[in-house]
């Protein structure tokens, strides 16, 4: 038998309908952290910039 998942927001356990979630609020305040920049994947600025070969 497999876990019970838990909602990354609250710690709930997830609802079908909004999995990975427990409800539409936490889908949603999931999603706001998306749009406001909360969540971001972190970059060097030393990392050479992908050249274009079609030239």
């Known amino acids: 038998m497999a876990p019970e ?3 990354p927001i609250c710690g709930k ?4 309908k909004f999995k990975p979630f427990c409800s539409k609020r ?3 305040v999931d999603l706001n ?5 909360s969540y971001v994947i972190p970059a060097r ?3 050479p910039l992908p050249q274009d070969d079609d030239e």
Request: proline share 6%; glycine share 6%.
């Open 5 to 7: 998942r838990k909602c």
């Open 13 to 16: 356990p997830t609802v079908d």
């Open 26 to 28: 936490c889908a949603d």
């Open 33 to 37: 952290r998306w749009l406001t920049g």
């Open 45 to 47: 600025n030393d990392e």
